[in-house]
């Protein structure tokens, strides 16, 4: 059964930096999609990053391109979120989660638990 546990959040100052991992266990970590998810308190679930088994396609929503950076260690069965210049409404909830087959960055079949990101302004 392939598990996903998210760590790296906490509270930050806007403006600061934080990096979220993802470790997996259980499956093949090298051959999934990763994507990075987050939901804020009374917002729908958003796709804020995704990368591509070979870690040669990206993709990030619009309200982070530029900031955020999604990277991958296939040695290590981790995805990382590097997030800078954080901003007070980039507080939610990150979760990652894995597509073993799809690779179209649209359907995951396994999700962790989260992890609490605080942005104070």
């Known amino acids: 059964q392939v598990q996903l546990r998210e760590s790296g959040g906490g509270l930050v100052q806007a403006g600061g930096s934080l990096r979220l991992s993802c470790t997996t266990s259980g499956g093949t970590f090298s051959s999934y999609t990763m994507g990075w998810f987050r939901q804020a308190p009374g917002k729908e679930r958003e796709n804020v990053a995704a990368i591509s088994w070979r870690s040669n396609r990206t993709y990030y929503a619009a309200s982070v391109k530029g900031r955020f950076t999604i990277s991958r260690d296939n040695a290590k069965n981790t995805v990382y979120l590097q997030m800078n210049s954080l901003k007070p409404e980039d507080t939610a909830i990150y979760y990652c989660?894995?597509?073993?087959?799809?690779?179209?960055?649209?359907?995951?079949?396994?999700w962790g638990q989260g992890t609490q990101v605080t942005v104070s302004s």
């Open positions: 989660a894995a597509d073993p087959k799809d690779g179209s960055f649209a359907k995951y079949d396994y």
